[in-house]
């Protein structure tokens, strides 16, 4: 029986459907944690109900624990649930001896509270600390009708649930690399977009004014950290991970790219404040005048295809090799302007250093 024309079509489709919503998937890493996160708590319930008593009689308290678990990599969930687990005890503890001297009131839940709260800034708690005040109050309100039972049962199931939790990310473990590629790549987008800014403002006979220069300039801050926090996610997600051995390779690229990609940055906010902050309408003594102005466009212009070029943490070859020449172009410049003058031309000579470190970042030198 011959197979219908259609179906080649079909399952061509059907595979790029797939594989969309796999990219998706993997674009989306917080998908992945809710379903581990649901996963977990169900389980934990299930496992608080069939415990005897008196941890049956408070299930609910397990899922806290696993949801704990389940919302970080596997190395920090490992390390927070503990802290959690740490923290209900401290703030348990807290609970009862304020219960031993001060009947429940008004007065007993302040000084419960405030104890809590200061225990909570324990440093070996992180940033599980607070968990210290809810378990305080927990204990001191809601356990009171059984005060060694409820205690008992809060800390077992929370562990019980945490414990839950770390299997879970043992067995499905976040490894969240390519919505890391995504947040670099904008990163790597931004700064490219910023040099050119930067060189456009250079593009004409007279220096661009301060109000010009403040509309040339991109608010790279918030893409620098999301990206910073995406890379040292994706860092840590990598220990204590059965998936980070097949995708060991990716992972030192990513590295490697997020580290030139640091240096980057460092160097394009140098680039934007010397450029914009000495070569301004109103000083009287310009960074680079007519001069050397052209010259410091073709090599931020330069730079900024070379850094649009790189592929994980190296620039193409012909990219760096103009931005070398370029940059080469400016310094001659920047001696012969020194020669017939009295200036010392610092901030053309520092625009020069700090492109230069800029291209050995991205494999120049």
């Not at 040339?216 to 999301?226: A, F, I, S």
């Not at 990598?238 to 990609?261: F, K």
């Not at 301004?280 to 102005?293: K, P």
């Given at each position: 029986m011959t197979t219908p024309a259609f179906s080649a079509p079909r399952a061509t489709r059907a595979r790029g459907l797939a594989a969309a919503a796999l990219r998706q998937w993997h674009l989306h890493p917080r998908w992945a944690m809710a379903l581990r996160g649901a996963v977990a708590a169900a389980v934990a319930w299930v496992v608080g109900i069939v415990l005897p008593e008196p941890f049956s009689d408070y299930p609910y308290y397990a899922p806290l624990g696993a949801v704990v678990a389940t919302t970080s990599t596997v190395a920090r969930s490992v390390r927070e649930s503990f802290q959690a687990v740490g923290a209900i005890v401290v703030g348990a503890l807290v609970a009862r001896g304020v219960d031993v001297v001060l009947a429940p009131s008004a007065l007993s839940i302040a000084l419960v509270v405030a104890i809590a709260i200061l225990v909570a800034g324990w440093g070996l708690l992180g940033d599980m600390g607070s968990w210290a005040v809810t378990s305080a109050l927990f204990v001191l309100i809601i356990g009171n009708a059984d005060k060694v039972g409820y205690m008992g049962a809060y800390i077992g199931l929370v562990l019980v649930g945490a414990l839950v939790g770390i299997g879970i990310n043992l067995l499905f473990p976040p490894l969240p690399l390519v919505a890391s590629d995504v947040d670099l790549d904008r990163l790597r987008s931004a700064l490219a977009d910023q040099l050119d800014h930067l060189a456009d403002g250079l593009d004409s006979?007279?220096?661009?004014?301060?109000?010009?220069?403040?509309?040339?300039?991109?608010?790279?801050?918030?893409?620098?950290?999301?990206?910073?926090?995406?890379?040292?996610?994706?860092?840590?997600?990598?220990?204590?991970?059965?998936?980070?051995?097949?995708?060991?390779?990716?992972?030192?690229?990513?590295?490697?790219?997020?580290?030139?990609?640091?240096?980057?940055?460092?160097?394009?906010?140098?680039?934007?404040?010397?450029?914009?902050?000495?070569?301004?309408?109103?000083?009287?003594?310009?960074?680079?005048?007519?001069?050397?102005?052209?010259l410091v466009r073709d090599a931020l212009r330069a730079y900024a295809d070379a850094v649009r070029s790189t592929v994980g943490a190296l620039a193409e070859p012909e990219a760096l090799d103009r931005v070398l020449d370029t940059t080469e172009r400016l310094r001659r410049g920047v001696r012969d302007v020194r020669s017939g003058s009295d200036e010392d031309y610092f901030v053309a000579g520092a625009t020069v250093l700090a492109i230069r470190r800029g291209v050995a970042a991205l494999g120049g030198e």
């Open positions: 006979d007279v220096a661009p004014s301060p109000e010009e220069w403040d509309d040339r300039r991109l608010l790279l801050g918030p893409v620098v950290d999301r990206s910073q926090r995406s890379a040292e996610q994706a860092r840590e997600a990598a220990h204590i991970n059965r998936r980070a051995r097949r995708y060991a390779e990716a992972t030192r690229a990513q590295g490697s790219q997020a580290a030139a990609l640091g240096v980057t940055s460092s160097v394009v906010g140098d680039l934007t404040r010397l450029v914009t902050g000495w070569e301004r309408q109103d000083l009287d003594d310009l960074a680079f005048g007519e001069s050397l102005r052209p």
